[in-house]
């Protein structure tokens, strides 16, 4: 079981948008509507961003927002803003009722 | 609101048993499902297992031969155990909570406690 492929890190200015891609198989991103991604701050506890590919929970901000084509997830994030600056990991629902995760990308605000 | 709290040895000897609680505050433990999930330094996430509150479990295949997970409802806590731990399992151990069966995705986390596998 390969862990899903994120890029490292991408970057942008305040007020861009930037968007983060998660790639897996046929056996896990497109296999199922169950993506979540998570905002990660170094010491906090990972928080949930997006769930189900693209269900936004409550008190998260409408600036992120998920997709899904094939076995690709992508999660943007518009109105960048300075406390956006984290790292962010994909998750997927697998075969044999497991989970895999993303790699993990650093997003920077220039 | 719901929250987690890992606790535990922070180094623990190579071919020892790795043993980690997560209190749950701010809510029943029963009626969810509630699951470990590590990150090796410089590595991905990786989930471990859940167990659901009534005792049924489900292990990553990779890790199960050295995986129990338990419940103490009382003292609203659920545990991790890892036997023959090598430097390979030295990461942040996370526990996650899952809503329900239908859920596929892990709301709130604890903070992550750290790990170290060395003698």
């Known amino acids: 079981q390969s862990a899903l492929t994120q890029p490292a890190s991408v970057s942008g200015s305040p007020g861009q948008s930037i968007t983060i891609s998660c790639t897996g198989t046929?056996?896990?991103?497109?296999?199922?509507?169950?993506v979540s991604w998570y905002q990660h701050h170094p010491g906090k506890a990972p928080k949930l961003m997006i769930y189900?590919?693209?269900n936004r929970p409550s008190g998260v901000s409408s600036r992120f927002s998920g997709s899904k084509s094939g076995n690709t997830a992508s999660l943007t994030i518009s109105g960048l803003q300075a406390e956006d600056e984290a790292d962010y990991y994909c998750?997927?629902?697998?075969?044999?009722?497991?989970?895999?995760f993303g790699t993990g990308t650093e997003v920077t605000v220039l | 609101q719901v929250q987690l709290q890992e606790s535990g040895p922070g180094l623990v000897k190579p071919s020892e048993t790795l043993s980690l609680i997560c209190t749950v505050s701010?809510?029943?433990?029963?009626?969810?499902?509630w699951n470990w999930i590590r990150q090796p330094p410089g590595k991905e996430l990786e989930w471990i297992g859940y167990?659901?509150?009534?005792?049924?479990?489900n292990y990553n295949p990779s890790l199960k031969s050295r995986v129990t997970m338990s419940l103490d409802t009382s003292k609203n806590q659920f545990s991790l155990k890892m036997s023959s731990v090598t430097a390979a399992d030295t990461a942040v151990y996370y526990c996650?909570?899952?809503?329900?069966?239908?859920?596929?995705?892990?709301?709130?986390w604890g903070q992550g406690t750290l790990v170290t596998v060395s003698s």
């Open positions: 996650a909570r899952r809503y329900s069966s239908s859920s596929r995705w892990f709301d709130p």
């Open positions: 701010g809510g029943s433990i029963s009626g969810y499902y």
């Open positions: 167990m659901y509150y009534s005792g049924t479990t």
């Open positions: 046929s056996s896990d991103v497109g296999g199922y509507n169950y």
């Open positions: 189900d590919v693209t």
């Open positions: 998750t997927s629902y697998s075969t044999i009722s497991t989970y895999v």
